[in-house]
Nanobody, 133 residues
Framework: QVQLVESGGGSVQAGGSLNVSCAAS????????VGWFRQAPGNEREGVAS?????????YANSVNGRFAISQHHAENTFVYLQMNNLKPEDTAVYYC?????????????????????????WGQGTQVTVSS
């Protein structure tokens, strides 16, 4: 089974930028998704961005749209990156990368499109991002 490892978290002041990376233990190009979720203490896990590993189609939550960018690189392993710009204190959380195999990257519901953690079956250990005001 594929494993995911995140790196690149850290601390930054509001308005700054960070890039976090997710390395898969093998190439997972195909009908799959890799997504970035985040969870702050006391909050539910929130999906912020996803990308299809085959076509490179992206999805962003409204909370990060226009500030975050997800990208990928496929070689012997698959790497997925999340570039975070104009960071805000409310972006502070543990960021997790996760992979979904053969399922949609996000669901359309009455409240709009959102990434469903249940669809993602492989998770990394998380990396802390802290944004100070």
């Amino acid at each position: 089974q594929v494993q995911l490892v995140e790196s690149g978290g850290g601390s930054v002041q509001a308005g700054g930028s960070l890039n976090v990376s997710c390395a898969a233990s093998k190439n997972i190009y195909g009908s799959n998704c890799v997504g970035w979720f985040r969870q702050a203490p006391g909050n539910e896990r929130e999906g912020v961005a996803s990308i299809t590993t085959g076509g490179g189609y992206t999805f962003y939550a409204n909370s990060v749209n226009g500030r975050f960018a997800i990208s990928q690189h496929h070689a012997e392993n698959t790497f997925v990156y999340l570039q975070m710009n104009n960071l805000k204190p409310e972006d502070t959380a543990v960021y997790y990368c996760a992979a979904s195999f053969g399922r949609s990257c996000y669901d359309d519901g009455p409240s709009g499109a959102r990434m469903n953690p249940i669809s993602y079956t492989v998770w990394g250990q998380g990396t802390q991002v802290t944004v100070s005001s």
